[in-house]
């Protein structure tokens, strides 16, 4: 199984990542190679993690037994300058298989899903703040153009739209520990 896509817009040619029996190869576009024994896999990261430019976006890391540059793939393509495309029809397929030949060649790895317990902390503060200070900032919001039932009910919509992004975003990102023999397919995107 291989999955392949332009990370940036300058890459003159495709990154290659070949899900082989024995171990995962990275080939860069110059042509250099990483590889990773699926035997020396001690920690798997799934996770759902948009952008406001690439909103579909997932992204699966390996790290190497003894430390070592994880070995990180996501879902998205670049086709130029700000030109992103979601590649999940392609990289769902590619995980699954990673994950078998994972399952079956280093049993005692550790999963882990969503993001890192230090950026999910970060990513609550900042989203629990923007409420309060969103809260705050509607509430003493004098708009003079409209009746004021009219206008009490555009701040309270704008709460109500803002409020349920933030809890949806912090229930798909949380961190935590899984195991392999789970279906963890179910954190991809299709």
Known sequence: MI????KGPFDPAEWEW?????????????GAQ?????????EIRLVFSPTHAKPWRHYFQMKKRGG???????NTGCGG????????RYYSPFVRASLERIRAMA?????????????????????ISSTVL?????????????????MAGVKFLMVAIAS?????WAIQTRPRKRSLREPLENDLPI
């Open 3 to 6: 999955f392949r896509k332009k």
């Open 18 to 30: 070949q899900a082989a029996s024995e171990e995962l190869i990275e080939t860069t576009p110059a």
């Open 34 to 42: 990483r590889r990773l024994p699926w035997s020396e896999i001690s």
């Open 68 to 74: 070592g540059l994880p070995f990180e793939i996501d």
């Open 81 to 88: 300058v700000e030109n992103f495309c979601d590649l999940s």
């Open 107 to 127: 049993p005692d790895a550790e999963v882990r899903s969503g993001l890192t317990p230090g950026v999910y902390a970060a990513g609550l503060t900042a989203m």
């Open 134 to 150: 969103l809260t705050y900032a509607v509430a003493g919001l004098r708009m003079e153009w409209g009746p004021p039932l009219l």
């Open 164 to 168: 349920p992004c933030f809890i949806l």
